[in-house]
């Protein structure tokens, strides 16, 4: 069955590079979607990949492939809860459990 | 356009009352999906609903909770006898589409959150 698996917390300094992974498994052709979700926000978009604009997907059953999320040069006002979203054909979204992201000063 | 619409923000109630979370989607949005999330915890989804009607209801505790999403108004979901353990966020998202998330849905079902309301059980 489809599932979605993120790293639950990650803790850097100010200016470092972050790669948040996002391992999936789906029976079919997905979409994933990165969304932000700052503290007392909706959460917000911030990225969509489906099978046209990614070389990740061979098409068919996908066993428990990363599709990550890099930022550079973070700052203290990206910490926030990112989290992974994987669609399919159904009309079911399943989330990742998210990725606390926390930078210090 | 306002986006989203969840209330109330806060809600306090005691245990045994019941509580009340609505949701207006989106302008043009007819598909309604409520998340919860526990303390510590992430999202999980709950409910999807279209105008009138419960499409998938397999996130939902089997007692005491229900949802709808009538021909006019907000979605609204309903806890009834609350317990401590009901005390989460209560997420809103609504999307235009009705095909599911495959590629060629384009941006129609990309998810729309509403700022969430925060239940709190004495």
């Known amino acids: 069955s489809n599932s979605v698996k993120q790293t639950g917390q990650i803790t850097v300094s100010e200016g470092a590079s972050v790669t948040m992974n996002c391992t999936y498994t789906?029976?079919?052709?997905?979409?994933l979607f990165w969304y932000v979700e700052y503290p007392s926000k909706p959460l917000q978009l911030l990225q969509r990949?489906?099978?046209?604009?990614s070389k990740n997907f061979g098409g068919g059953n996908i066993k428990d492939k990363n599709s990550p999320i890099v930022k550079y040069s973070v700052q203290v006002s990206d910490s926030a809860v990112y989290y992974c979203?994987?669609?399919?054909?159904?009309?079911?979204?399943?989330f990742g459990t998210g990725t606390r992201l926390q930078v210090f000063p | 356009n306002a986006g989203v619409m969840q209330n109330p923000r806060h809600l306090v109630r005691r245990r045994g009352q019941e509580a009340r979370l609505r949701c207006s989607p989106m302008?043009?949005?007819?598909?309604v999906y409520w998340y919860r999330q526990l303390p510590e915890e992430g999202l999980k989804f709950m409910v999807y609903?279209?105008?009138?009607?419960?499409?998938?209801e397999s996130g939902m505790p089997k007692e005491r909770f229900s949802a709808e999403f009538p021909k006019e108004g907000p979605s609204i979901l309903r806890i009834q006898q609350v317990v401590r353990g009901d005390s989460a966020a209560y997420f809103c998202?609504?999307?235009?589409?009705?095909?599911?998330?495959?590629?060629?849905?384009?941006?129609?079902?990309?998810?729309?959150f509403g700022a969430g309301s925060r239940l709190t059980v004495l």
């Open positions: 998202a609504t999307s235009l589409g009705n095909r599911g998330f495959r590629p060629e849905s384009s941006g129609a079902n990309v998810l729309t």
């Open positions: 789906s029976t079919g052709y997905p979409t």
């Open positions: 990949e489906t099978m046209e604009n």
């Open positions: 979203l994987l669609g399919d054909c159904t009309d079911k979204l399943i």
């Open positions: 302008k043009g949005h007819s598909h």
């Open positions: 609903l279209q105008k009138e009607n419960i499409i998938d």
